[in-house]
C-alpha cells in the first residue's frame, strides 16, 4: 500500500502533473515545502520594511502611491503563501511565532539599509527582478497551491521591476547628484541580490532532493548566471556599472563570466548578523503585538455568531 502511493506520488512528479493537498506526499516533501514557503512568505512579510521605509518621504504624490500599492503587494504576496503553508497542514501563528523567534529564516536581502530613495528604484529593478528569476521557473514547482500562487505573484512582480527600472531611468535622466545616487545605490544592492539566489550549488544542502522533487526547477548557481545575463543590457542601457571587475563576456560560453559574492558575509546575515536583521524581527514583532487586539476581536466575533447559530 506504502509502495503503491510511493509510486503514484513519483509518477505524478515525473509527469509534471501537480501534487495537491489531498494527495498523498512523503514527509520530507511536506516538510521542504513547509519550510521554503514559509521562507518565502516571511521574506515578503519582513519585504515590506526597506520600501516601507521611504513611503512618508516619496518626492512626489505619484511615487508615493506607486510604493504604498507595491508594499501592499507585498503583504498580499505574504498571505497567498502563507495560505498555501496551511494547505500542507502548518499553523500561520505557528510561523509567525517561528519568525520573530529566529527560527526560520527570511530572505538575506532584507536585512540590508534603503538609505535613500534611489534604493526603492534598484530595489524594484534588482531584488524584484531577482526574484522573478527565481520565481518563475516555481510556476512550475510541482505541489499545485504553490505553483498557483505564483502565477500571480510573478505577474505583480513584474510590475515592481518595471517601476522601479522607471524610477531609475528617470533619476538618470536627472541631475548628476541623481546620477551618483542611483549608482551608489547599485554598487550597494548587486552582491546582496546574487546572494538572493542561495548557496553555491556545492553548498546547498536542499538542491539535489528539491530538484528531485521538482520543487525547484533550477539550481542557484544556474538562476544566478541568468539574472546576471539578464541584468548586464539592462545597466548598459541605464547607464551604470556593477561593482564586479571580473564581469564580463564570455565568448565561448556564451555567457557573462562574473566574480563570486563574499559567501562568508552572506552566511553571517542569514545567520541574523546583519546590518538590520535585530530591527527587522523587532518591528515584525511589535507590528504582531499591537495587532493582537485585531486577532481577540475576531475570536470574539466568531465566538459570537457560533453561538448566535447554536441557539437558533
Ligand atoms: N537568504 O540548500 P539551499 C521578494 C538558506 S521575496 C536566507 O540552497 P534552498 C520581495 C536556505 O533556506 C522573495 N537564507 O536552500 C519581497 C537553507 O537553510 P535551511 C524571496 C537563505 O531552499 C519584498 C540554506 O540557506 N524568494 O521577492 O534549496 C520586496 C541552504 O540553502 C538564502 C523566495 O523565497 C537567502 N538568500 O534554496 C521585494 C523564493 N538562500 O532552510 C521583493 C523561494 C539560501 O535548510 N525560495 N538560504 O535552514 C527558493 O527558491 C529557495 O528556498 C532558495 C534557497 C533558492 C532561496
Not at 519582513?46 to 508615493?64: C, H, T, V, Y
Not at 530613495?117 to 527582478?129: M, P, Q, Y
Not at 542601457?237 to 556593477?242: E, H, P, R, Y
Not at 504582531?288 to 466575533?301: I, K, L, Q
Request: aromatic residues 10%.
Amino acid at each position: 500500500m506504502a509502495d503503491d502511493l510511493e509510486l503514484r506520488f513519483e509518477r505524478t512528479v515525473q509527469a509534471e502533473s501537480r501534487i495537491e493537498p489531498r494527495d498523498w506526499m512523503p514527509d520530507g516533501y511536506r516538510k521542504t515545502l513547509i519550510r521554503q514557503i514559509a521562507q518565502h512568505a516571511h521574506s515578503e512579510i519582513i519585504g515590506m520594511q526597506p520600501e516601507g521605509n521611504w513611503i512618508s518621504r516619496a518626492p512626489s504624490l505619484r511615487r508615493k502611491a506607486i510604493l504604498l500599492a507595491k508594499v501592499q503587494d507585498e503583504a498580499g504576496h505574504g498571505l497567498y503563501l502563507y495560505s498555501a503553508t496551511e494547505t500542507l497542514g502548518a499553523d500561520r501563528e505557528d510561523l509567525t511565532t517561528k519568525l520573530i523567534e529566529g527560527r526560520q529564516k527570511y530572505s538575506s536581502i532584507f536585512n540590508y539599509p534603503t538609505l535613500t530613495f534611489a534604493d526603492v528604484g534598484v530595489i524594484g529593478w534588482l531584488v524584484d527582478g531577482a526574484a522573478i528569476c527565481n520565481q518563475v521557473p516555481l510556476c512550475r514547482t510541482s505541489y499545485g497551491p504553490y505553483a498557483r500562487a505564483m502565477i500571480r505573484i510573478c505577474k505583480e512582480e513584474s510590475f515592481h521591476q518595471r517601476q522601479g527600472y522607471e524610477l531609475l531611468m528617470t533619476m538618470m535622466r536627472g541631475t548628476q547628484q541623481q546620477r551618483d545616487m542611483v549608482q551608489d545605490s547599485v554598487n550597494r544592492w548587486w552582491w546582496p541580490a546574487l546572494m538572493m539566489f542561495g548557496p553555491p550549488d556545492s553548498e546547498s544542502t536542499n538542491t539535489e532532493q528539491s530538484m528531485a522533487w521538482r520543487i525547484k526547477r533550477d539550481t542557484n548557481d544556474e538562476l544566478r548566471q541568468k539574472f546576471v545575463n539578464m541584468s548586464m543590457p539592462q545597466a548598459e542601457a541605464l547607464g551604470v556599472t556593477f561593482p564586479d571587475p571580473e564581469l564580463k563576456w564570455n565568448e565561448e560560453r556564451g555567457q557573462y563570466d562574473f566574480g563570486s559574492p563574499d559567501w562568508d558575509e552572506f552566511w553571517q546575515v542569514v545567520k541574523g548578523g546583519g546590518v538590520c536583521n535585530e530591527q527587522r524581527i523587532a518591528h515584525r514583532r511589535k507590528a504582531h503585538e499591537d495587532g493582537s487586539w485585531v486577532r481577540e476581536a475576531a475570536v470574539a466575533h466568531a465566538q459570537k455568531h457560533a453561538q448566535k447559530e447554536g441557539a437558533a
